[in-house]
């Protein structure tokens, strides 16, 4: 699997967007990026993946340029509970099966008033 | 989506003994993981666990430590033996269905 870039931690006001990039210039072909975050004391949650075009869900919006090499989470307007350690992680997905998820060190995002 | 329960959701263990967690699924699913989560640290792949077949361990972990048990697809147990103060963490279970990775709460392990 390929290795994934982030920064250690980012402070993002509430009611802003808050922009999580992720460096992953290894990345192969037919790797998917996926985001998944960790609440204090809680599991994993899972956010968002894509594969090459931007993607959007209720929870966030994943930006991936043009040459994969990079993506960026957008959490349009976070707030107080989107304070949590957020995980760039890209893995190799077939039809019914996966690689392992292979966690990095994350960003450590906190949300402040 | 898949719903995990883990037991114990926390336990204190003395050195040298040991602990099996189970992990309980709401839906039959293939492949499924444990994971360790040592304080302050990410998280760490242990093995995966699919129905039917050996634990596969990464690197670092080995049967005798960490045996797995998979005997159907919407349970699994995984026993820390001979526990040292450095086995502490959160483990935590995790399922791939449906395209998406799903995890437990986690179990928190204290050993003294």
């Known amino acids: 699997d390929a290795k994934t870039t982030q920064p250690t931690s980012m402070d993002c006001a509430e009611g802003r967007a808050a922009n999580l990039p992720c460096n992953h210039s290894?990345?192969?072909?037919?790797?998917?990026v996926y985001w998944y975050r960790q609440i204090h004391s809680q599991g994993p949650q899972y956010i968002i993946h894509g594969l090459k075009n931007n993607e959007t869900n209720e929870m966030a919006s994943l930006i991936i340029t043009e040459d994969r090499k990079s993506s960026t989470l957008i959490l349009p307007h976070a707030t107080l509970r989107d304070t949590a350690v957020y995980y760039c992680?890209?893995?190799?997905?077939?039809?019914?099966?996966?690689?392992?998820?292979?966690f990095g060190t994350g960003t450590r995002l906190q949300v402040t008033l | 989506s898949a719903v995990i329960s883990q037991k114990p959701s926390r336990d204190i263990c003395q050195r040298g003994t040991s602990l099996t967690i189970q992990c309980q699924v709401d839906?039959?699913?293939?492949?499924m993981f444990w994971y360790r989560q040592q304080p302050g640290q990410s998280l760490t792949l242990i093995a995966t666990?699919?129905?039917?077949?050996?634990?596969?361990?990464e690197s670092g972990f080995v049967i005798d430590k960490f045996p797995i048990s998979r005997p159907n697809l919407t349970f699994s147990t995984l026993t820390v033996s001979n526990m040292s103060p450095e086995d502490s963490s959160i483990y935590l279970c995790?399922?791939?269905?449906?395209?998406?990775?799903?995890f437990g709460p986690g179990t928190r392990l204290t050993v003294t």
């Open positions: 995790s399922v791939f269905t449906l395209g998406e990775q799903y």
């Open positions: 839906s039959q699913v293939t492949m």
């Open positions: 290894t990345i192969s072909g037919n790797e998917y």
């Open positions: 992680i890209v893995r190799l997905l077939l039809t019914g099966t996966a690689s392992k998820l292979t």
């Open positions: 666990a699919n129905q039917g077949s050996e634990a596969t361990y």
